[in-house]
């Protein structure tokens, strides 16, 4: 008998499973699940009109990779939300059974633990607000208890659990499963269990697209465990619990090329939470700032009274007079949205602003994400599928002294024309969303030469289209990059970018040449996109740019 077998519910184990219409299969007429057989009429939602995949294996395998564990110990669930609910309804009888919680802590397992008639035995965090295995399993009488939910790091103090308490935890409560909550794990330097789970037959470990990977909205979560845990999970969840359009986003969100911005993202998000960090601790009345995910807990004399204080300048803080009376719960934004906050604090009077613009751009032929900071000079990294062109547009943004993170997927079997094409398009279009309205940037850029070969590129961010290269190359491609689309960059990227690019190249030796035009860009970028310190006056006599 499996662990899971024996501290299930009887009657769930009891139960068949579900009896709903089976995954299609090609080349059948679907008249088994009473669906409507007209396409759905919404836009760019195709086969909606469909039941979804109950449980989608592409989208199963990609978490599984992403973890690092066995499609077959994961669980795809609508949000973590929904995996504390079945793991609290396939394991505790009502009225018998416990749920363990180490307060303050995130209220849906006392939740979800009530709606089911299930005791919640609460241990608490120390008064420093730190994790205490030995008061935790003091606290826990194991008889009953089927569940411990142990939150990593904690929302809302933003404690870290040691990933050694949880494997003693685990060890001295054989008949409970410890699950250990990792929705915040991304923002932690603490290593995720999930690879341990299944190994250690009585952990679970929960992961969400709703922080790190930006998906709040659609509901995407997981369990991982041994497979017979997952098995139990499978016979209480709903028939088709994840929608179609979640799915979707689910997989497209974690395409392996928008990847690099979401490792940007986080990155940027922690560089955030530090700032606010030592901004907020500084101040009057706060007595100690955490930071743990993403977000701060801040413990302050009078709570409610900055929350409200907050909440008078139209910023919402998470502050719960009864879970956690010592501090409140802000989360990181924007830098702008943060900037605000401190301006709240009496901390800065600047505004904050950001030119920064994150491109996703997905056809047939490629799938591009692209996130650019016209602010930053760091990071750069460019993963085109053309290692040359990665060299080239390398070059771009490092003369730009700008932030450019980019990856294609892209029909490189073909050809490197699409791929070559559409990221000069992608890169244009960000450059234009990134510039805003133009205000305070100079207009015009300018270049110079490079060993035997003369590379000009003049810039003029006009708004108004305009492409001309004067020039020629001897050989078919450099690097693997086609020389004939070396112009056709240039005019992609003029089109898009909504500028007049002049570019003109002589010399012998054509690795020098495209390379000097790139270099000559990224020159004439970094003149005409620099804030030139006049506040924000528009470089055009004509008002707009
Ligand atoms: N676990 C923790 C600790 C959380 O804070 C949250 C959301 N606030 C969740 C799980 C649920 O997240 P979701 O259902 O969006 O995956």
């Not at 009473?34 to 978490?63: C, H, K, W």
């Not at 005791?119 to 994790?131: G, M, Q, Y």
Request: glycine share 8%; proline share 7%; with cysteine.
């Amino acid at each position: 008998m499996s662990l899971a077998e024996r501290l299930a519910r009887p009657e769930i184990l009891a139960l068949p499973a579900v009896d709903i219409a089976g995954a299609p299969v090609a080349g059948t007429i679907r008249l088994d699940a009473n669906e409507n057989p007209f396409e759905s009429l919404v836009s760019g939602q195709p086969a909606i009109n469909r039941y979804p995949d109950p449980q989608p294996a592409q989208l199963r395998q990609r978490m599984a990779g992403l973890y690092g564990v066995p499609a077959e110990s994961l669980w795809v669930t609508r949000g973590s939300d929904d995996a504390i609910d079945l793991l609290i309804r396939g394991f505790c009888r009502a009225g018998v059974d416990s749920v363990g919680i180490v307060e303050p802590t995130f209220s849906a397992y006392a939740q979800f633990a009530r709606v089911q008639g299930a005791a919640v035995i609460a241990a608490r965090l120390t008064s420093d607000l730190e994790f205490d295995a030995d008061a935790v399993l003091a606290a826990m009488a194991p008889a009953a208890l089927k569940l411990l939910f142990l939150c990593t790091p904690n929302n809302p103090t933003g404690t870290p659990v040691d990933p050694a308490d949880v494997r003693r935890i685990a060890a001295a409560l054989p008949d409970t499963l410890v699950v250990a909550d990792e929705a915040y794990g991304e923002f932690s330097n603490c290593p995720s269990l999930a690879a341990e789970a299944g190994p250690i037959p009585n952990l679970v470990v929960l992961k969400t697209l709703s922080k790190a990977y930006g998906l709040a909205g659609a509901r995407v979560g997981c369990a991982v465990a041994d497979p017979s845990i997952i098995d139990l999970l499978a016979r209480v969840s709903p028939p088709y619990p994840l929608p179609g359009p979640s799915i979707a986003a689910a997989l497209a969100t974690l395409g392996p090329e928008r990847m690099p911005v979401h490792a940007e993202r986080i990155a940027r998000l922690l560089a955030e939470r530090d700032r606010l960090l030592g901004q907020l601790g500084d101040t009057e009345g706060v007595r100690r700032v955490r930071a743990g995910g993403n977000f701060l807990f801040l413990e302050v004399e009078r709570p409610e009274e900055l929350a409200q204080r907050l909440a008078a300048a139209a910023i919402r803080v998470r502050f719960r007079a009864k879970a956690a009376p010592g501090g409140v719960r802000v989360t990181v934004g924007t830098e702008a949205e943060n900037q605000a906050l401190l301006a709240a604090f009496g901390l800065t009077r600047e505004a904050g602003s950001s030119r920064r613009a994150e491109i996703v751009r997905d056809t047939n032929e490629t799938r591009i994400a692209l996130a650019i900071d016209l602010d930053r000079a760091e990071p750069r990294r460019i993963a085109s599928g053309i290692p040359f062109y990665d060299h080239m547009l390398d070059q771009v943004a490092a003369h730009g002294g700008f932030s450019l993170v980019l990856a294609c997927e892209g029909d490189l079997t073909i050809d490197p024309h699409h791929s070559v094409e559409d990221i000069a398009i992608a890169l244009g279009t960000a450059l234009k969303q990134a510039l805003g309205d133009k205000r305070g940037i100079g207009r015009f850029g300018f270049a110079l030469p490079m060993d035997e070969t003369r590379a000009e590129v003049l810039i003029d961010l006009s708004g108004r289209p305009f492409a001309r290269f004067e020039g020629s190359f001897a050989s078919a491609a450099v690097g693997g990059l086609p020389t004939e689309l070396v112009p056709h960059i240039f005019r992609s990227l003029a089109d898009s970018l909504g500028a007049a690019v002049h570019v003109r190249v002589d010399g012998e030796n054509d690795h020098h040449k495209v390379e000097g035009c790139f270099k000559a860009l990224g020159r004439a970028l970094r003149t005409a996109v620099a804030l030139e310190g006049r506040g924000d006056a528009l470089p055009s006599t004509k008002g707009v740019l």
